[in-house]
Every structure is written in C-alpha cells, then in structure tokens.
C-alpha cells in the first residue's frame, strides 16, 4: 500500500458494508485495521481509540513502517491532511432517502444510544419519540429535527480536498462490475495484486454477491434510489426544503421537483408496510401490503411480505396460501418456493419444507442461499451428514462466505469432527474477520478439543473485536478456569454477568467460582441474582444452600435446600443434602424424612438407607411409642405423615408430568404398566403392557413385562378358581377370603371380590385394615386406569426408573436441549449405577455436547462402563473417542489397541486408530491403520482420501497418486464422495506442481 487509507462514512450510508469491506481488505493485505474517531470533540466509537491526527506523526510514511486502514464513521476527519502520506474515500447518500432510511432503522434497532433516556425528551428515549410518529413522514420530520440533522450536515459540509474520493452510495450498491470500485481503489494508491484483493473483498460483501453476509445485515432493508420520490408529499418536500437548502444539488443529486412525487404508487405502499412491521404495528402493516398487491397483483414481493406478516401473527396456514396463490399469479420464483419452505418449517413439516426448498434450487442452483438454507432445515432434522453436504454446496458457489463456513463448522461438530469443524471455523474468519462471534465460536471448539492455550488466544481476539460479550468473557472464563487460573476466571464470569441481564446461568457459573475462591458472600449474591432471573432451576437454590452451610446459616441453607428439592421433582441428591442439613442442625425427624425420600428415589441406594437408618433412631427418642417408621406411629414435630403406598391415600404432592414426551412414550406407559400392576390392577396394566410394546417395536424389555403380565393373569386365573373351590369347603377361612378377594379384584373380577370378601367383614367388623380394603373394593367402578392417584404412582415409579430418564433424555437432546438432556441421563446413571448401556448413552451424549469438561466426563464414564463390560469393545473405542477429543493421543491409540484385540474385524475401530495416530505424527502407523480398515470394508471412500494424505506426507506421491484414482473409480456416480475425493486429488496435484 502507497498510502494510509481514511475510510469515511456517515450514518446510513453504508456504514456497516464498508466497514467489512476495508475490515476483509486490511486483513488479506497483512495491514492494521482500525476504528477511530479523529474529530477531538466525538467520543470514541465501540473498539476505537479516539486519537487525533496529532497522534498519528507527521506526514510520510509512519513511523514504525506498517501502513494503516483508519475508519471513522462519522467523518470527522481533520484539515490540512498530508496528501503524500493519506488516501481516503468518502460515502454519500441522497439525504431524502437517507432521512427514510434512519426513520424506519431508528424505530427498530437495539443501538444502545436509541434506548438512553434523554433529557431534552423529557425522560423518554430516542426510539420512544420516533415511536409517537403518526406515521412514515411524520417519523421522518422528526429525523430532520434531530439525529439525521447532524449527518446530513456533516455530509453537506465535508471538504475532500485532494486526499479524499466522494462516492454515492446509490452508485456502490449497483456497482456489479466492479468499475466504480475500481476507480476508488485505484485512486487509494492499490495496484497488481492488492488491487485484485480489493476487489475480491468487494465482492464477497456487495449487496448483490448472494452472500449471507451482505444480504442479510441488520441495517439494510432497501438501498433503492430515489425512495423519496413515491415517500414523500408536498408538505413533507416543502418541510425538507427549509430545512436543508439545496442539499441533494451539492451532493451532486437530482434536484427535488415535486412533479416527481409518485401518487398511490404500491411500492410506497410496500415500503411503509415494512415500515409498520419493523415497529411492531402488524394490522397497519397487514393492511400497506395488501393495498400494494391490489394495485400490483403480479408483483411476487408484495405477496411475499403479506406472508410473513401473517407468519409473524401466527397464521402460518394463512401465509402458506399467499405464498401458493402467488406461485400461481407470478409463476414459479426460487424467492417464493424459499418462503413457502420457511412457513413450512414453522408449522414442523420439515420433509415437505425441504421439498419446497428443492424447487427453488432445481429453479436456480447457483443461488447459495438457497443450498444454505436447505442446510439450516436439515440442522433442524438433526440430519447432520445432510446438513454437511447442503452447507458444502453453498460454499462451494460463494467460496468466501463466513457464514456459510460457520454453519458447516458446525455441522461437522454435530459429527463429532471436532478438528475438521476447528479449521473450517478459522476458515470463515479468514473471510471475515472482523466478526467476534467466529472468533468466539472458534474458542469453545478449542476448548472442547483440549487445546487450552489456543482456545483463549481466539476468545481474546473476540473480546478485542466486541468487548462487551458476553458469552466470550462466559467462555474464556472456562477456558481460564480449566487453566488452574481461578482469579482471572472469576473476573471474566463477573464480566459475563454484568453484559447479560437475563442469563441466570452465568450468575450460577460465577457463584461457583467465588465459591471455590473462598468468597462466599459474593458467591451468596450469586446464588441470589441467578434464582431472581429463574427461580425455577433447582441447582441454583442447591448451590445457595452449599454457600449458606458454608457461613454458618443452617436454617437458611435448609430453606434453600428444601426449595431445592421441591423443584427438582424426585431427585435422590437433593433430599439427601437436605437431610444432611436437617441432622446438622439438630432435627432428626426432618432427616429422616428427607432420607425417606430420597430412599424413595433410589431405593437401592444403601448409603441413603444407612443414613435414613441413622436419622430414624436418633428421632426415635423424641416420639412416642411405637417406634417411627411404624404404621402407627404419629407424624414427628408437626411434619405430615409419610405417603401411603396405595392409589387411595392423599398423594397431591407427588409430580403429575404434562409433557407429551413423558406421557405418551414405551418408557411411560411401562412405568405406569408396572405402577398399575402394584396397585392391584393387573388387567389395565396388562393393556397398558401392551401399548408400551407396540410404541417401542424392538424393545424386548417391553414385550417381556407384557409377557410376563398375561403369565401372572394365568397363574391369578388360577389360584381364584383354587380359592373359591377351598371356601365352598371351608367358608369361614378368613385369610383365604383375603387372598382370593385380591386375586379377584387383579383380574377385574371387581363384583365377585366383594362378595367374597364381605362375609369375613361381617364376621370381624373391628379388623379396621379389612374394612378399608372392602371399602376401597365398593368404591370401585370399572379399572381407573385414568385416576389421578394411580397415574402419580406412576409418574413416582417412573422418577425411579433409569429406562425413563434415559428415553426422556434422548427426546430432550432431539429437541436441541442438551443441557436437560444430559441431566436425564446422568439421572439414569445415578438410579442404575451398575447398567453399562446407561453409561455409555451418557458418555457418548457428552461426546454430542459442547461443555468444556464434556470429554474428561465422558472417558470417566466409559472407564467405569469397560469396567461393568470388559468383554465389550464398543466401551473402548468411545473411550478412544473421549481421549481424543482431549487429544490425549497416546492414550487413544492404546485404547483402540485395546478394543481391536476383542474386535479384530472391526474397521471404524481402525479408522479411529488411523485418525489418533496421524495426529500424533505416526504417520506410518496411520498408513497401515487405515489400509487394514480399507481391506475390512472396501466401500469406505472417506479412508482413502485420509490414507491418500498420509501417504502423500510421507512423501509416496504415486501412492498417494493411485490411492486417490481407485477411491474416484469406486465413487461412480456419487456426486458427493466424488467432489470431496476431487478436493484430495487437486491438493496432490498442487503439492506435486510446487515440488
């Protein structure tokens, strides 16, 4: 670069676009980018530094010798520039559409100067005043009052001198080949090759690229000419006259002519329903646009905007029939069929959404976007394999695109392909990198791969770029933590919390810090602030019970514990943490209570027996005789008394799940088989069996408890005809009556129970239990299969039951909720701590997520599980996985040795063998790995093309050469396989041209 570049823009005109224009420019270029303010009286911008020109040196070249691109978005540069040293352009815009433009944005944009109060408003805001508009124009004379009264100023009275080039935005926005950019750059001293990456940046943010990028910025909702033209009124140009005279002329626009102002043209129409939406007044917007299509019926974007208007009200049907009446007034459009796809994947019918979005492409395939959100609705699927191969094909169509890039980061992650999502993610900042958020996201892959060091430089860069993310100081805190640098990872949680006002996660993640850095009242405070943002979350009131225990504060520790374990439902840990409380203050009753359900819970769990064992006897003393825990003994200390065990005691405490997952799935209804069976309600339970195994094809626990039900009816069947024939020879057994009375009631044979059992009521009217169960038995009416009672001790049962928690789990994680989800399933763990399958569905689940100890969790527990199944080889090579993922190298490799001695046939084993080995630098090794996995399953095209580098790195280019050649020839006609093996053939052909 000849010169120093001043980039000089104001607000909308293209403030945005050319800032990541330059951004893209200084970055390919190896040049400094910076933010600045020149004008001594402006604040700083966001990132910038506020220096003036007499900080910058003298004229010339700089001092250390490294040019600079300088960007100040307002303009305010200096006089008396050193045109030797300083080349700069200046962006204009037709201040009639500008006022337009920052009317509509200023009603609707987050720009934190929009929601200060003000003074001169009177308390109100910004966006609060340009609210209270009647309308578009009223919205507009405001603007001429205020905001855009200073820019239109500033533009009308900046001087270029012969340092900078004036350009008109309107002209940029059309610039398709490049011509007027080209003027500029070359005017800003650019030649030979930086000229070419001026204008590949250009390209790749231009309105008109098909990038995401440029498409879709916030800021633009139409860069359009001469606007004012169907906008404004005579009043409203009469007004704007006054206000700036000859403003548009000295800018080198059109002159205003009010015998240029459109009547009841549609596109004003148009343009103020958009207005409408973009503040919220959906009805007005409704109506704008569909005055528009009245007067232009074939016009296809003014049915598209009644769609999503109707889409943002909720009438997703209603939109749907815009959108296929338009396809038959307008004719087949990509932008239609891309619309129609959208609504279609509101209402979830996701196949007939992709459907929608093939027509579009088979219409126009080279349209990136489309291939893009083809991507997005298979992300939503959860097909990532598919998901991977749409985003492939959008960046192949717009090589360039960040976002394009990120989502197929992304994908690849999905997959588990931490390293390849890694370099992909580095791939969209190289195109722009200007966006914290790549960098942000670049952090949390690093730090799940275990590449600590790195995952902090690239959270760093984040917080350089937007210093007030949140979720990057989140992050680095992590990240910081995980470092052993716990006082630096507590200052980044506070940073974390104090730039997000409603995420309660963060106070808890920072309460735990403090915690653990011995700061125990800030960690209460913690504690505190995240239960105000969502009471709802048990371990929040967990944690503010650990860090009141710590001061001292018990009875306040067990408030929280006991509000803790209200809301988590029946989860064994909490009671027992309360329960430890409860004896640590001296309330054995409590305890034991608390104990007791938490045995409940886990009724396995014989360190919660022993302890509920411990907190009765030491009540035992306080009560009355008989002992607690006795059917007669009274409820200590004023507590209620425990639960009874059957449908017909008062069970309003126990949960009652609504959730259709819960209710509706095998692993529910054989929860409630089970419940029903207990109560005594053997034929609804076998019903309910039935449906359980019918729901859950391929589940043989399912069809055996329902086997096992129909062979207990049997048996029943039996013993009742047994136990009548016994009281016809003896009537007065009492205990027989009893047991066939329950027999009976089993089956259903409700009538014929209570006849048998009411002579032995009526022979011992004081037996009090046996005058309960004949009641029970009159009250009966049919199998209440549906009774509230019974369907809680189910839904009690099934709070036990691991099946449950693990099925549940596994519908949360389909529905994007990991963190729930890895709570079912570390659930089932807990109540089946012995079950190897629940172990290994919660490591591979935490293999699936994002959490920065996610990996060293996962081989724990696959540890544990190859410990239960020795003899299983799956357990290894996912401990292989975990390893890896910590890049733990050496270990993985052992661990995949390990599993091939008991599967010596298994050719992912080998390949995962290959992948560790490659990246520990055993390439050798890697070679033969993944050429024994080749010889185990030949179709494997993926290993070729890996064995073809690993090859090729050991320097055996024909083999790698011949490698590649069998794979194409396998791929046949496999579009997919064949680009991607095309991709490793032209990086051979790269590497053997520079050799």
């Known amino acids: 670069m000849k010169y120093d570049l001043l980039i000089g823009t104001h607000h909308k005109t293209g403030t945005v676009w050319m800032r990541s224009i330059f951004a893209q420019i200084a970055y390919d270029l190896g040049v400094r980018f910076e933010r600045i303010?020149?004008?001594?009286?402006?604040?700083?911008?966001e990132g910038g530094t506020g220096r003036t020109l007499t900080d910058l040196g003298g004229a010339g070249e700089p001092a250390d010798g490294n040019?600079?691109?300088y960007f100040d978005d307002h303009s305010g540069f200096p006089g008396g520039l050193d045109a030797s040293r300083f080349r700069g352009l200046h962006v204009v815009r037709d201040p009639r559409d500008l006022l337009i433009s920052a009317a509509n944005y200023h009603g609707w944009a987050r720009e934190g100067w929009l929601h200060d109060p003000r003074d001169d408003f009177g308390g109100a805001t910004y966006q609060q005043m340009i609210r209270k508009s009647a309308d578009l124009r009223d919205a507009i004379r405001f603007e001429m009052a205020s905001s855009s009264r200073y820019n239109i100023q500033s533009m009308v009275r900046f001087d270029c001198g012969d340092v900078f080039y004036q350009a008109k935005y309107e002209e940029l926005i059309t610039d398709r080949d490049l011509a007027r950019f080209t003027e500029i750059f070359e005017f800003l001293g650019l030649e030979g090759e930086e000229l070419e990456v001026a204008r590949q940046a250009c390209l790749d943010h231009s309105m008109f690229s098909g990038s995401v990028e440029a498409q879709t910025h916030s800021h633009v909702q139409s860069g359009a000419a001469q606007q004012w033209e169907y906008v404004f009124d005579h009043d409203l140009l009469r007004d704007f006259e006054a206000s700036f005279p000859k403003?548009?002329?000295?800018?080198?626009?059109?002159?205003?002519?009010?015998?240029?102002?459109?009547?009841d043209d549609p596109r004003y129409h148009h343009y103020t329903s958009r207005f409408a939406l973009n503040w919220g007044r959906e009805d007005d917007a409704l109506a704008s646009a569909q005055r528009a299509v009245e007067l232009a019926p074939t016009n296809e974007d003014y049915h598209r905007l009644v769609s999503e208007i109707l889409a943002r009200q909720g009438k997703l049907t209603e939109s749907e029939r815009i959108l296929r009446t338009a396809l038959q007034l307008c004719g087949p459009s990509p932008r239609l069929f891309r619309d129609l796809s959208d609504v279609l994947a509101h209402r979830e019918l996701f196949d007939v959404a992709v459907e929608a979005v093939g027509n579009a492409i088979a219409l126009k395939p080279t349209d990136p976007q489309l291939h893009f959100f083809k991507g997005n609705l298979r992300m939503h699927q959860q097909m990532w394999a598919e998901a991977e191969a749409a985003y492939r094909d959008a960046v192949s169509l717009n090589k360039r695109s960040a976002v394009y890039r990120r989502q197929l980061a992304e994908a690849l992650e999905r997959q588990a392909r931490t390293a390849e999502a890694i370099e992909t993610c580095r791939e969209a900042i190289a195109a722009n990198p200007g966006h914290a958020p790549y960098h942000t996201y670049l952090g949390t892959l690093l730090a799940e791969a275990g590449r600590l060091a790195e995952a902090e430089a690239a959270l760093e860069t984040a917080l350089g770029l937007d210093p007030d993310s949140a979720s990057a100081w989140q992050r680095i805190s992590g990240v910081l933590d995980r470092l052993d640098r716990l006082d630096d990872a507590i200052a980044a949680a506070q940073k974390a919390a104090a730039f997000s006002d409603t995420n309660a996660n963060y106070r808890d993640q920072l309460g735990r810090l403090l915690e653990r850095g011995t700061r125990v009242a800030e960690a209460e405070q913690a504690y505190r602030d995240a239960i105000a943002l969502d009471p709802q979350v048990p371990r929040y009131h967990r944690h503010l019970s650990g860090a009141l225990e710590a001061q001292g504060r018990l009875a306040e520790a067990i408030d929280a514990a006991a509000s803790a374990a209200d809301l988590s439902g029946d989860n064994a840990r909490y009671f027992a943490h309360l329960g430890r409380l409860c004896r640590q203050a001296g309330q054995p009753a409590a305890a034991a209570e608390a104990f007791g359900r938490a045995l409940q819970c886990e009724p396995g769990n014989d360190a919660i027996a022993r302890q509920l064992d411990a907190a009765a006897r030491a009540a035992a003393p306080a009560q009355a005789s008989p002992a607690a825990g006795s059917p007669e003994a009274p409820p200590a200390d004023g507590e209620p008394d425990g639960e009874p065990s059957g449908p017909s005691g008062d069970e309003a405490d126990l949960p009652v799940l609504e959730d259709s997952i819960l209710t509706e799935s095998p692993a529910y209804l054989s929860c409630l088989s089970h419940a029903l069976a207990d109560a005594g309600h053997l034929e609804a339970a076998i019903e309910t069996a039935v449906r359980a195994a019918e729901m859950g094809t391929g589940q043989e626990r399912l069809q055996r408890h329902a086997e096992q039900l129909m062979a207990r009816r049997e048996e029943l069947t039996a013993a009742c005809d047994a136990g009548l024939a016994l009281l016809l020879s003896d009537p007065a057994d009492g205990t027989q009556r009893r047991k066939t009375a329950t027999d009976l009631a089993a089956l259903g044979r409700i009538d014929e129970a209570v006849e048998v059992l009411r002579p032995a009521m009526e022979a011992c009217p004081e037996d009090q239990d046996l005058a309960e169960a004949y009641a029970a038995l009159v009250g009966r009416?049919?199998?209440?299969?549906?009774?509230?009672?019974?369907r809680r001790i189910a839904l009690r049962n099934a709070c036990r039951s691991p099946e449950f928690h693990a099925d549940v789990g596994g519908s949360l994680e389909r529905r994007g909720d990991m963190a729930a989800a890895l709570q079912m399933?570390?659930?089932?763990?807990?109540?089946?701590?012995?079950?190897?399958?629940?172990?290994?569905n919660l490591g591979e689940m935490l293999l699936r997520s994002e959490g920065d100890t996610a990996a060293a969790e996962a081989e724990a527990v696959f540890r544990t599980a190859h410990g239960l199944e020795p003899d299983k080889p799956g357990h290894l090579r996912l401990l292989g996985d975990a390893l890896a993922r910590q890049e733990r190298w050496a270990e993985a490799g052992q661990a995949f040795q390990h599993a091939l001695t008991l599967a010596p046939d298994s050719a992912a084993i080998r390949i995962r063998l290959g992948d560790v080995l490659a990246a520990s630098g055993d390439m050798e090794g890697a070679a033969e790995a993944y050429r024994r996995a080749i010889a185990l399953k030949p179709e494997a095209l993926p290993v070729y093309g890996r064995l073809t580098r690993v090859l090729d790195t050991l320097g055996q280019r024909q083999a790698a050469a011949d490698m590649i050649n069998r794979a194409l020839a396998l791929a046949g006609d496999d579009t997919a396989q064949r680009r991607r093996l095309e991709k490793v053939a032209a990086t051979l052909e790269s590497a053997a041209a520079g050799a």
């Open 37 to 45: 303010r020149f004008a001594d009286e402006a604040a700083p911008p």
């Open 247 to 263: 403003a548009p002329e000295i800018l080198g626009y059109q002159a205003s002519d009010p015998g240029l102002l459109v009547r």
């Open 825 to 840: 399933a570390r659930q089932a763990v807990e109540l089946a701590p012995g079950t190897a399958r629940h172990l290994r």
């Open 67 to 69: 040019r600079v691109v």
């Open 781 to 790: 009416a049919g199998l209440p299969a549906d009774a509230p009672s019974v």
